[in-house]
């Protein structure tokens, strides 16, 4: 038994982690595969996990 916290922060929480999506466009090759449009989330550029943004004021503010 695995008990599990919150779900990792950094995961993208625009495309939640699929950060590329297999669009089908309804259209198929020659050979039969059907065509898709890979789109990469604008938000992690495709990584599916988001930078943690640093706090410059709070890090600054020691004293
Ligand atoms: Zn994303």
């Not at 259209?27 to 992690?44: K, M, N, Y």
Request: aromatic share 2%; with cysteine; charged share 15%.
């Amino acid at each position: 038994m695995m008990p599990q916290h919150a779900p990792s922060p950094r995961v993208c929480r625009n495309c939640d982690g699929f950060a590329t999506a297999a669009i089908t466009t309804g259209t198929r090759h020659s050979d039969g595969t059907r065509a898709t449009l890979r789109v990469a989330c604008p938000t992690c550029k495709g990584t599916g996990h988001t930078t943690p943004t640093p706090a410059p004021a709070l890090a600054q503010a020691g004293r």
